[in-house]
């Protein structure tokens, strides 16, 4: 078993404590009066190993308070020296306050704090392998529930529950069938998903099925509410034969009275229809005259349809030599404007070989001076060298000039070959500008005589087409006139009593047809309402099929946690544990009540009691995790006898002691 000892615990401006360090034996007892730091301790404690308080906050005040502000400039820090199966580990964890200069100012200011760590005195690069260390020496959780006896008590009682599960060890759900034929016919139906999954889906299944049967006797009565009255569907159908005789009987009636005078209406209708045929051929007559009245002025306006022609193309002339023309003008300038430029060119030239033509050799008088005496130089290698050079001057000269005259011949005809041609452009553009020009005055004539010609010409209208002036239009209208006069006037038949008979007789079958139709109304509906009165029987059987699971769930959770009590309530000698409650009505549900021997609920034992009972849990978990911690036993004057236990003791005793005393 892994024994985890504390040696020495010291604190460093930690909370209230400006500087304390404690040794600690196999049993020590801090004592105390209230808020002089008893339970700084503990804190302090857990805050070396995981940066918490016994509450579990992380963030809290740790930086010592003086006069209700931050004492500044300050590190908090926590050291503690572990005895780790007789290997000693020192272990130290520092919050040091960061003051920095900001840029353009003289003055330190706050920036919040950073967490140092150290192991046996050698600094941590990351908190990361501080935590490591630390779980290598004992896990949080486990920390927390072997050193505090209370922690255990005060957790959900799911998690209670849980952790008793897990310590206990489990039962497999096969060894729990093996004793009744229902629980292994539970498993065999729930392969390939957990027993908690099943139940849960049973109890879905279950609230979906009962949400559909509440819905059902509503259904039912809007149903019944739907329903007509009941009523003598035979006699109605009776009466309804006997209506229906009667109509066809009236309609016979007006059918024989329609027949008389059906032959009339026959020949009128044929005559009606020749008179039409006549008003066909009138129309036909009419069209043909319009239609050659618009040929015959067509055919007079044709002269003028070709002059327009004409003009049209004309005025087309016009307008495409108008813009040759103002082409043609803007070349003729543009070649002008080179010309003055480049006649300019030539005649800088011209003036260019002049000035050099005019050029002369200047010829330097006087001897050789000497360099050393300043009088007539004597020497005559030195005069021959000075004659030699003054001739190869001269010669340099007239050779650069004859060469600048040259090149500026030969740049002057250059560019008068190119005046030249541009000057016979300029005259080939100037012919073309006045040819252009004829051509408008052509097009423009062609155009006014066009116009002229057509101002002469006058508009033919079609003549007007007037059909009674029309002889073969007058005949085909004596033939309808004729026809007209032939049409007897025929009598209508007056069936007005026997329409208002059939009226009333077709109301009434209306009537009697609306109240036979209630008939398969009243046999929908009661089918309807057989059809949900038996859904609800099947719904109702579900529901009772899945109760009966629920139930072989419930006895097997049971059987199953019965045995699990057992085995736990073993691993204790003074707490024991019930896993399951009953409601007022007998009714059981899952629970977890830490109860002692008596069957008392700890909760509503006295403190002393309630101490020894997390002992007693503690002891349970240390012989499971295999490993001890120090217990920090608060309110220890409460309690007259500890039960055994292997792990270290810290009592936390209020007394008197105005400062904290260690015995």
């Known amino acids: 078993m892994k024994n985890v000892i504390l040696k020495r615990l010291s604190l460093v401006n930690w909370k209230g404590q400006k500087e304390r360090s404690i040794d600690f034996s196999n049993e020590t007892s801090i004592c105390g009066a209230n808020a002089t730091g008893k339970s700084t301790m503990f804190d302090a404690f857990i805050w070396l190993l995981f940066g918490k308080d016994s509450l579990d906050r992380k963030d809290y005040n740790i930086i010592p308070i003086e006069n209700g502000k931050r004492v500044d400039r300050v590190d908090a820090e926590v050291c503690g020296v572990l005895d780790v199966n007789s290997e000693e580990i020192t272990l130290k964890r520092v919050l040091h306050q960061k003051w920095v200069r900001k840029r353009g100012t003289a003055v330190e200011t706050y920036d919040g704090c950073e967490t140092m760590f150290y192991i046996n005195n050698v600094k941590c690069g990351t908190a990361k392998e501080y935590a490591a260390k ?10 927390k529930m072997i050193t505090n006896p209370s922690f255990f008590l005060s957790l959900k009682w799911q998690d209670q529950r849980s952790q008793l599960f897990y310590i206990a060890g489990t039962i497999s759900d096969e060894q729990i069938a093996a004793s009744k034929p229902e629980f292994k016919a539970l498993l065999d139906s729930i392969i390939g998903k957990t027993l908690t999954q099943y139940k849960r889906e049973i109890s879905a299944k279950k609230t979906e099925l009962n949400n559909d049967l509440k819905l059902i006797p509503s259904r039912i009565d809007q149903t019944r509410k739907l329903m007509p009255e009941a009523k003598d569907f035979d006699a109605l159908q009776t009466e309804l034969e006997a209506v229906e005789s009667e109509i066809e009987r009236v309609e016979k009636s007006m059918t024989d009275k329609s027949t008389a005078i059906r032959g009339q209406y026959e020949e009128i209708q044929k005559k009606q229809g020749q008179i039409n045929d006549l008003k066909t051929k009138q129309q036909t007559v009419v069209h043909e005259a319009k ?3 618009a040929n015959d002025a067509n055919t007079q306006n044709s002269k003028r349809r070709e002059t327009e022609g004409k003009l049209n193309e004309a005025r087309i002339t016009l307008s495409s030599v108008r813009s040759s023309f103002k082409t043609q003008e803007q070349t003729v300038s543009s070649l002008k404007d080179v010309i003055s430029k480049q006649d300019e060119k030539v005649e800088n030239k011209r003036k260019e070989w002049f000035a050099e033509e005019a050029k002369t050799y200047d010829v330097k008088e006087g001897c050789l001076t000497c360099p050393v005496f300043g009088g007539p130089c004597g020497d005559p290698a030195a005069k021959l060298l000075h004659a030699e050079n003054q001739s190869k001057a001269k010669q340099s000269f007239w050779d650069t000039k004859q060469a600048n005259l040259d090149r500026i011949k030969e740049e002057g005809t250059n560019l008068s070959k190119v005046l030249e041609e541009r000057q016979k452009e300029l005259i080939a553009a100037e012919n ?4 252009q020009k004829i051509k408008v005055a052509n097009a ?15 508009i033919v209208s079609p003549a007007p087409v007037i059909a009674e002036e029309l002889p073969e239009w007058q005949e085909l209208d004596n033939q309808i006139k004729a026809i007209q006069a032939t049409i007897e006037e025929v009598k209508p038949v007056d069936t007005s009593d026997l329409k208002e008979q059939k009226k009333t007789l077709e109301s009434r079958r209306d009537e009697l047809k609306a109240e036979l139709s209630d008939k398969e109304r009243i046999a929908k509906y009661t089918q309807e309402i057989n059809d949900l009165e038996k859904k609800s029987d099947e719904l109702a059987q579900q ?11 419930m006895d097997f959770t049971k059987t199953k946690i019965n045995e699990c009590e057992s085995r736990i309530n073993n691993l204790f000698s003074i707490v024991k544990f019930e896993l399951f409650d009953k409601t007022i009505d007998g009714g059981e549900f899952e629970a977890c009540i830490a109860t002692n021997k008596a069957g008392v609920p700890i909760s509503s034992t006295n403190t002393a009691e309630k101490i020894n009972a997390g002992l007693d849990i503690i002891n349970a978990l240390c012989r499971f995790h295999n490993v001890t911690a120090p217990i920090f036993i608060d309110g220890r004057e409460s309690v007259n006898q500890l039960i055994p236990t292997e792990s270290q003791i810290i009592n936390l005793i209020v007394s008197t002691d105005k400062s904290l005393t260690i015995k």
């Open 444 to 458: 423009e004539k062609s155009v006014k005589e066009f116009e002229d010609m057509l101002a002469e010409m006058s």
């Open 543 to 553: 529901i009772a099929d899945l109760e009966k699971k629920e139930f072989t769930i």
């Open 291 to 293: 239609e050659k009245a």
């Open 134 to 143: 630390v779980d290598s020496i004992i896990d949080e959780t486990v920390f």
């Open 432 to 435: 073309e500008l006045t040819d």
